[in-house]
């Protein structure tokens, strides 16, 4: 089997980690079905905190019951991943009987499976403040065994200067988020636009706005308290740590924490750089400043 962990450019973009520029290309070329539901997020946005919510959404609270990453795998195929036993995220998905289907990537939209464009496929897509994003990025690097091998900062100063560049796995969030945030506007009716903030503080709100979007049977208030219940932080890291390869996958689940730990004058370059990105006047801003 050829090495899982790799570092190479595809179309411009950095990739590190468990991919292969086969399983890259396999994601965007990827053919589905037109009931599949697409999950697409810049890494340590919430992914694993709103598949748990799809999978409730979608396929039962029951599920929940003692769902950790490695049964997440055939529920919700991450469409880009080499995994260990040799099959990608894409040939994972192909097996899968299940109706929908869950797909999760963390691709820009050029390297995203094109068909959620051609075809219209239902996406949704998180977006999370860049500054938290880049403190759990930072200990990602540090405690993913995928990742570990090109963890090369000095420290969090030199780790936030190269997330500024971009120089890091699935490039820069900037890049990334207008990208797609831009496709959920000119097409809402394939693509739904959910924000971390939102979910830790409207969470019956957003839930509602999935079921919606997902056309499925209303939640009953009720159901979405238990929902919220079975997906908290501190349930998932429960099911999660059981398996010891998978503890770095939940981590804090706050918001704003980086307002402990930013050095002196990064919080001006990330806003400098999120305003030049988005323009003063986009309303999107608040929720990344």
């Given at each position: 089997m050829a090495e899982r962990l790799n570092s190479f450019s595809l179309e411009g973009v950095k990739i590190e980690g468990a991919y292969s520029v086969e399983s890259c290309l396999a994601?965007?070329?990827?053919?589905?079905?037109?009931?599949?539901i697409h999950l697409t997020s810049y890494p340590r946005t919430g992914t694993a905190w709103t598949q748990n919510i799809l999978v409730g959404i979608v396929y039962g609270l029951d599920l929940l019951e003692d769902l950790d990453s490695p049964k997440m795998r055939p529920l919700f195929p991450y469409l880009e991943m080499d995994y260990v036993d040799g099959l990608s995220g894409s040939e994972v998905a192909n097996q899968s009987t299940r109706n929908p289907r869950m797909l999760k990537n963390h691709m820009p939209p050029n390297l995203a499976p094109q068909e959620i464009f051609s075809l219209g496929r239902k996406n949704i897509v998180i977006a999370r403040n860049p500054k938290d994003t880049a403190l759990s990025y930072f200990k990602f690097y540090q405690t993913n065994p995928n990742l570990m091998k090109f963890y090369t900062s000095n420290g969090l100063?030199?780790?936030?200067?190269?997330?500024?560049?971009?120089?890091?796995?699935?490039?820069?969030?900037?890049?990334w988020t207008k990208s797609?945030?831009?496709?959920?506007?000119?097409?809402?009716?394939?693509?739904?636009?959910?924000?971390?903030?939102?979910?830790?503080q409207n969470f019956l709100a957003t839930v509602q706005k999935l079921v919606q979007f997902l056309d499925i049977s209303p939640m009953?208030?009720?159901?979405?308290?238990?929902?919220?219940?079975?997906?908290?932080?501190?349930?998932m890291k429960s099911r999660y740590e059981q398996d010891p390869k998978q503890r770095f996958i939940i981590n804090k689940g706050e918001m704003h924490g980086?307002?402990?730990?930013?050095?002196?004058?990064?919080?001006?370059?990330?806003?400098?750089?999120t305003i030049e990105t988005f323009g003063k006047a986009d309303s999107v801003i608040e929720k990344f400043i």
């Amino acid at each position: 089997m050829a090495e899982r962990l790799n570092s190479f450019s595809l179309e411009g973009v950095k990739i590190e980690g468990a991919y292969s520029v086969e399983s890259c290309l396999a994601t965007k070329n990827f053919q589905g079905r037109e009931s599949d539901i697409h999950l697409t997020s810049y890494p340590r946005t919430g992914t694993a905190w709103t598949q748990n919510i799809l999978v409730g959404i979608v396929y039962g609270l029951d599920l929940l019951e003692d769902l950790d990453s490695p049964k997440m795998r055939p529920l919700f195929p991450y469409l880009e991943m080499d995994y260990v036993d040799g099959l990608s995220g894409s040939e994972v998905a192909n097996q899968s009987t299940r109706n929908p289907r869950m797909l999760k990537n963390h691709m820009p939209p050029n390297l995203a499976p094109q068909e959620i464009f051609s075809l219209g496929r239902k996406n949704i897509v998180i977006a999370r403040n860049p500054k938290d994003t880049a403190l759990s990025y930072f200990k990602f690097y540090q405690t993913n065994p995928n990742l570990m091998k090109f963890y090369t900062s000095n420290g969090l100063e030199d780790f936030l200067d190269k997330f500024l560049e971009g120089d890091v796995a699935y490039g820069s969030w900037w890049i990334w988020t207008k990208s797609w945030i831009d496709k959920c506007r000119a097409h809402p009716e394939n693509h739904l636009l959910i924000h971390y903030e939102d979910i830790h503080q409207n969470f019956l709100a957003t839930v509602q706005k999935l079921v919606q979007f997902l056309d499925i049977s209303p939640m009953s208030d009720e159901s979405i308290a238990v929902l919220r219940t079975k997906t908290s932080v501190e349930n998932m890291k429960s099911r999660y740590e059981q398996d010891p390869k998978q503890r770095f996958i939940i981590n804090k689940g706050e918001m704003h924490g980086w307002r402990r730990s930013f050095p002196e004058g990064y919080s001006d370059k990330f806003d400098k750089l999120t305003i030049e990105t988005f323009g003063k006047a986009d309303s999107v801003i608040e929720k990344f400043i």
